[in-house]
């Protein structure tokens, strides 16, 4: 009996989870807004406005979701940098969502950080819900056709060369056609 209820408990969570497929389902679009940044020098990176995610087909994009309370999170945004630097000429973007509750704890925790990508803030939180994102650091790569073709959960340095194979094979994809 208890054996049953357990197995029912299990099928009826599993069902109401929110989930994605990673594999060519298109990326629910979004448009949300810019966090203005400047680099160290104050130099303007960007401006204020807002990134809809469909103005970005025909690129491979790697959505990174996080917040300045995550550890791994600190870790990753500079080598999603790394990343950028080294793929953006060939069609690659980064764009990274914000999910703290506040522009202010993203701001401070952004301050020291020399980031390029554009910076997105979620006020409200409703992409990660439609994302099905349960942990942060939690990424997708999206192929030029904006289909999600992989997904990332957590961060450790030595990732850092998986997604960048994985970015070539995608990048490569584009390049064929």
């Not at 914000?98 to 980031?115: G, M, P, V, Y």
């Not at 390029?116 to 409703?126: G, N, V």
């Not at 959960?153 to 056609?177: A, C, M, W």
Request: with cysteine; net charge positive.
């Amino acid at each position: 009996m208890v054996y049953r209820l357990l197995i029912s408990a299990l099928v009826i969570t599993l069902t109401l989870l929110p989930r994605v497929s990673v594999f060519a389902q298109s990326a629910p679009d979004f448009n949300l807004p810019l966090l203005a940044q400047s680099d160290a020098g104050g130099s303007q990176l960007w401006q204020s406005g807002s990134l809809r995610l469909s103005d970005l087909t025909g690129k491979v994009v790697y959505l990174d979701f996080w917040a300045s309370w995550c550890a791994p999170c600190a870790l990753s945004l500079p080598e999603l940098e790394t990343l950028y630097a080294r793929f953006k000429s060939r069609g690659f973007e980064v764009v990274a969502i914000n999910l703290d509750t506040t522009e202010s704890a993203a701001r401070r925790f952004l301050q020291d950080k020399a980031i390029t990508y554009p910076i997105l803030f979620d006020q409200r939180q409703t992409t990660p819900e439609r994302y099905g994102v349960a942990g942060m650091p939690t990424a997708f790569l999206l192929d030029h056709s904006g289909k999600l073709r992989f997904t990332h959960t957590g961060f450790k340095p030595s990732d850092t060369e998986k997604l960048s194979k994985l970015i070539q094979q995608l990048l490569q994809e584009k390049e064929r056609l």
